[in-house]
């Protein structure tokens, strides 16, 4: 089976999208599977998985409801404040639903990241981490000190990081991403996306040389079981197309990429991680 373990639908009108912005005219549009469906029947993939976008319980049911309908969607990633009181309550109401495959905590979003280090995200965490949930993390590079503060503290959390952690591709920037994401790479249960890096780097000029060394790094230290492809579609509509992204990423793999390995980049650890 060959998943994209990383993309996006969304409906304007639906207003929880704060994100998205009227001046930016290619995101700023409905997306849904029907505009996806020909790039991956081109690419052979056969699934998604489908990550919440908005920091809101009716967006995650939203995709619940599109994943109904839509055989191409393996998994939603739902989101969940994990500060609220009734946090359990929506989980165990999203635990129902047979497409529910996981949570995403926004902490690229947050004003000040280590609020997860607070004993309210910690209690939900130890939680999330005894019940074996995944757990996708969503971070600046700046912000990777945090989240290794937090694995620390969770060493069990079954956690993929979304976008390879945003390094600073389009600076040329190695460090101190590099060495963060060694640490963060320590931790056992710890997966990573080669996902997101268009966006990252610079929209005008990019090549696919742009990302060799940060992908070659992540293989270097995840290895081959720990990484997955991830689109970002639509958000990289911005910089670049579906066939743009894939390709990319297909064509900087490492020479010694074997046909076993290719086949858990592109589906294969996504269906472990996510338990479909």
Not at 158 to 179: F, N, T, Y
């Amino acid at each position: 089976m060959r998943i994209d373990a990383h993309q996006h639908y969304w409906q304007i009108d639906r207003n929880d999208y704060g994100w998205l912005k009227p001046d930016n005219t290619v995101l700023y549009r409905d997306y849904f599977p029907e505009q996806l469906e020909s790039s991956l029947k081109r690419h052979r993939i056969d699934q998604t998985i489908l990550v919440q976008a908005a920091p809101t319980i009716e967006e995650t049911e939203f995709l619940f409801g599109l994943s109904n309908g839509t055989d191409s969607i393996a998994g939603v990633v739902g989101w969940l404040d994990l500060s609220s009181p009734k946090w359990m309550e929506h989980l165990t109401r999203f635990q129902t639903h047979p497409k529910f495959v996981g949570i995403r905590i926004m902490i690229q979003d947050m004003e000040d990241e280590s609020v997860v280090l607070q004993a309210p995200y910690l209690r939900a965490l130890s939680i999330l981490q005894e019940e074996d949930l995944p757990v996708d993390l969503l971070v600046r590079s700046h912000q990777l000190p945090v989240l290794n503060e937090l694995l620390g503290k969770v060493p069990k959390l079954r956690g993929v990081v979304d976008h390879m952690g945003k390094p600073p591709i389009a600076a040329g920037q190695l460090e101190p991403w590099k060495s963060q994401m060694r640490e963060i790479a320590n931790q056992p249960n710890i997966y990573c996306k080669l996902s997101g890096m268009v966006t990252e780097a610079d929209p005008i000029s990019w090549k696919k040389e742009d990302f060799m060394f940060y992908v070659n790094h992540i293989i270097d230290i995840f290895g081959y079981d720990r990484i997955m492809y991830g689109s970002d579609w639509p958000v990289c509509l911005s910089v670049a197309n579906y066939d743009e992204v894939y390709q990319s990423l297909f064509e900087i793999l490492p020479a010694s990429c074997s046909e076993e390995d290719l086949a858990k980049v592109f589906g294969l650890n996504a269906k472990r991680f996510y338990n479909i």
